[in-house]
Every structure is written in structure tokens, then in C-alpha cells.
């Protein structure tokens, strides 16, 4: 992807809330600033299992990474994001968990409330007209032969399998774990980050990714303007 510039529609946490600060010691970068966050004590092995996720940043994909067809521009995602956001209202999605998901570990809801796959779906289709179609290459990083037929009819039609009735929402922690490891990383990010508070989604985050570096926050959009 070296001198490709990509676009994600993500979920961040407010900067400086206690989720933030959680999910950016964890992979060790803050996405908004760019700067390094020392890791949780006694969790500096972190910095072996979460070369991936730092990458991404802490957030919860809603619209996968993707170039732009030609014709667009930054500007004119960055206004699309603002009209999703504007008139829609904040979901509670509560309580928060660390779960084993496949082999990484990440942070998803204790009950996902309905409107929390209406609106990923909402942005897979809003921003879907600023997505460049996937190149060869691109499409065989997502491992087409390991997904269902749906799954594969998914990804060309959208460009990621994971989208619709697919959907999860998750805030991932970890690279893919060998399975011996699995349980041990759950348990210890369990305890770091203890009872958390009640997550509600409250905004919308562009966020853009140069060549091979991080992703970075360009924006983040609060529902409701």
C-alpha cells in the first residue's frame, strides 16, 4: 500500500475519557495526537501481541478502510460524515467486555442494542459511493478463500466481509493469538480494565492512513452537530 492514501469510518472514544485512555495504553499510541501512552503497569509484554491494532488505533470499524474513486475528494467525506452525523442521535450500547473473538481479543458490548447494527449498516451504504472498487491485491488480503459464499459476495459487493447481518461490534486489543495464549491475555486486560462505564456511541470518526503508516483521526463528529 506504500504511497496509497486510505480513508476508515470508525467509532473513537472521546479523547480523555476513561475508555480512551484505557484502549490507547493498551496498543500504546493515542490515534488523535499520534503520540506514544506508556502501557498499563506490569502489561509492557504488550508491546509483542498489538503490532496490528496499533496500526488501526483503538476504535470500532463502521466503514472499512478503503481508497477513493478518483472523483472524490477528502473534503467531500469529511462532509458526508457530517450530515450522517448531524441528525442522528446517540445509541447506549452499555456495559462493555473483553471477549476471545476467533483469535484476538478485543472489547464488545455485553447486549448489543439493535440500533448499533442499523447505523454501521447506515454507514456501509452512506459512504459506500466514495469507495475506489478493491484491486487484486487488496481483495486477496482479505482471504476470500476462508470466507462462506456470503461472505465473499459481501466483500465485492462492499468491500469487507464483515458488514450487515455480519456485523459485530468490537474495540480490538490484540494481534491474532495462538490459541494456548488466548485465555491468559482475556483475563489480564479483564482486570485491567475492570468494570468500565456504560459506553454510549456519540460520534462518527473519519480518520486517514498514508502509505504503510498509522491511521490517524481527522475528525470526529459529534451526533447531533
Not at 85 to 106: I, K
Not at 155 to 169: K, S
Not at 191 to 211: F, H, I, N
Request: overall charge neutral.
Amino acid at each position: 500500500m506504500t504511497g496509497t492514501t486510505r480513508y476508515a469510518l470508525y467509532f473513537t472514544p472521546p479523547p480523555g475519557s476513561d475508555l480512551a485512555r484505557f484502549g490507547n495504553a493498551v496498543l500504546g499510541t493515542d490515534n488523535h495526537t499520534g503520540a506514544e501512552v506508556p502501557r498499563p503497569d506490569g502489561m509492557a509484554d504488550l508491546a509483542g501481541v498489538t503490532d496490528s491494532p496499533r496500526l488501526y488505533g483503538f476504535h470500532a470499524t463502521l466503514k472499512a478502510p478503503m481508497r477513493l474513486r478518483p472523483e472524490a475528494t477528502e473534503a467531500d467525506l469529511l462532509a458526508a460524515a457530517e450530515m450522517v452525523a448531524a441528525d442522528h442521535p446517540p445509541v447506549p450500547v452499555g456495559p462493555l467486555r473483553v471477549a476471545t473473538l476467533g483469535a484476538f481479543t478485543a472489547l464488545i458490548p455485553q447486549a448489543a442494542p439493535p440500533e448499533l447494527g442499523l447505523f454501521a449498516a447506515e454507514c456501509v451504504a452512506a459512504f459506500e459511493p466514495f469507495r475506489a472498487p478493491l484491486t487484486e491485491a487488496e481483495t486477496a488480503r482479505r482471504k476470500p478463500e476462508r470466507l462462506s459464499p456470503r461472505g465473499r459476495a459481501l466483500l465485492a459487493r462492499w468491500g469487507y466481509p464483515h458488514v450487515f447481518e455480519d456485523f459485530r461490534f468490537h474495540m480490538t486489543l490484540t494481534d491474532a493469538l495462538p490459541e494456548e495464549a488466548r485465555a491468559s491475555w482475556r483475563e489480564r486486560l479483564e482486570k485491567a480494565y475492570g468494570a468500565g462505564t456504560p459506553l454510549t456511541l456519540d460520534a462518527l470518526s473519519v480518520l486517514r492512513q498514508d502509505g504503510a503508516g498509522p491511521f490517524r483521526v481527522l475528525h470526529r463528529v459529534a451526533f447531533g452537530g
